[in-house]
C-alpha cells in the first residue's frame, strides 16, 4: 500500500463479522452490521500540541482496534476498502486475553 496517513490519522481495516450467531443461526449479508473492530495498517507520525510539540499517536500497525460505527472516512486503495480516522476515534485496543494470564 503506496499510502502515509497525516498528523494523527490512523488507516483501518475492517476484521468482518462473524457468518453465523452463536446458536448456529447463519446470518444473510443483507442483515450484518458493519463491524466495529479492525486491524491498523498506518499511522501517521501524531499531531501536534499548542507550542508544536510532537504528541506521538499510541497505536502501531497490526494492532487490533475498537471504533464507533460511524467513525472514519471509507476509501478503497489499492482494491482494499480501508477506513481513515483520527487517533481520538478509537475507543482502544483488544489484546489477548489468554496471553495476559500467562504474564500475570
Known amino acids: 500500500m503506496n499510502f502515509r496517513p ?3 490519522r490512523v488507516v483501518v481495516k475492517r476484521i468482518d463479522a462473524e457468518e453465523k450467531t452463536a446458536g ?7 442483515a450484518k452490521e458493519k463491524p466495529s473492530q479492525g486491524e491498523v ?13 510532537l ?8 494492532d487490533r482496534v475498537l471504533f464507533g460505527k460511524w467513525s472514519g472516512t471509507e476509501v478503497k486503495i489499492d482494491g482494499q476498502e480501508l477506513l481513515i480516522m483520527k487517533e481520538s476515534d478509537i475507543m482502544g485496543v483488544l489484546t489477548d486475553v489468554s ?6
Open 24 to 30: 448456529g443461526i447463519i446470518i444473510p449479508d443483507t
Open 41 to 53: 495498517v498506518a499511522v501517521g507520525p501524531g499531531g501536534r500540541d499548542e507550542a508544536g510539540k
Open 99 to 104: 496471553s495476559n494470564k500467562k504474564a500475570a
Open 6 to 8: 497525516l498528523h494523527d
Open 55 to 62: 504528541i506521538p499517536i499510541d497505536l502501531k500497525v497490526g
